[in-house]
Nanobody, 124 residues
Framework: QVQLVESGGGLVQAGGSLRLSCAAS????????MGWFRQAPGKEREFVAT????????NYADSVKGRFTISRDNAKNTVYLQMNTLKPEDTAVYYC?????????????????WGQGTQVTVSS
């Protein structure tokens, strides 16, 4: 089992920045690909970003490319999501997730472990 706990959400004005953190425990963190997803009110959960086990390879949804950066610190068992130039449409609950499956993974069902989520609200 992998336990994931997100933090860092909050209320920010459009154009601002936030950094989300996700602390992992339970299994060897570096054995898992990590991902960030988000769910806006009334919408399905969607992929945001993913990083491979070392953090050396990352992938992003087109909607956040160039604004968001995923990174990880395996020594601290933590994955981050730096969010810059935030827009009102970025408002959502953000979840981190972990998968032991190899390869680029962007689908919700490919991730076995999930955090409880952290709310991000961007005001216009």
């Amino acid at each position: 089992q992998v336990q994931l706990v997100e933090s860092g959400g909050g209320l920010v004005q459009a154009g601002g920045s936030l950094r989300l953190s996700c602390a992992a425990s339970g299994r060897t963190f570096s054995n898992y690909r990590m991902g960030w997803f988000r769910q806006a009110p009334g919408k399905e959960r969607e992929f945001v970003a993913t990083a491979n086990k070392s953090g050396g390879s990352t992938n992003y949804a087109d909607s956040v490319k160039g604004r968001f950066t995923i990174s990880r610190d395996n020594a601290k068992n933590t994955v981050y999501l730096q969010m810059n130039t935030l827009k009102p449409e970025d408002t959502a609950v953000y979840y981190c997730a972990a998968t032991a499956v190899s390869g680029i993974r962007t689908r919700e069902y490919e991730y076995a472990y999930w955090g409880q989520g952290t709310q991000v609200t961007v005001s216009s």
